[in-house]
């Protein structure tokens, strides 16, 4: 899948065949998890220290047939320093952080 960020710019990216397609930039985010796939945000930025690539934190949900965030999921499991009792807490931030359910704010385009 080849990702085309503008007019001299393009990447190539893994998504899981059974991944919704992108919807259209403002459209209700669908989880087609191509954001993610393709650099990381400001949460995986900050707190996984990841500053290019897919994002490690990226979760492919089987049984939904999407894409997760999986600091929203369980960010225990990617934060050694964050005690699974403030796991839920932190999971509400990151919610907040990332507007995850709200509209898909990626303007990439797939050729
Ligand atoms: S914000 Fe857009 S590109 Fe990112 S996962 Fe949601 S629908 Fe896909
Ligand atoms: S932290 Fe979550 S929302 Fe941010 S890039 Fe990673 S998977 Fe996507």
Redesign the pocket.
């Given at each position: 899948m080849t990702l085309q960020r503008d007019q001299s710019e393009q990447q190539i990216l893994w998504l899981h065949p059974a991944a919704p397609a992108k919807p259209a930039t403002g459209a209700p985010c669908n989880g087609c998890g191509l954001?993610?796939a393709a650099e990381?945000?400001p949460?995986?930025f900050l707190f996984?220290w990841q500053r290019k690539g897919r994002?490690r934190?990226?979760e492919w949900d089987a049984e939904a047939g999407l894409y997760r965030?999986?600091?929203?999921l369980q960010p225990d499991a990617y934060l050694f320093w964050l005690p699974h009792i403030a796991s839920g807490w932190f999971s509400r931030r990151?919610r907040r952080w990332?507007a995850?359910g709200t509209a898909c704010d990626s303007e990439a385009e797939l050729v």
């Open positions: 954001c993610c990381p945000c949460v995986a996984l994002c934190a990226l965030c999986g600091m929203l990151v990332i995850a």
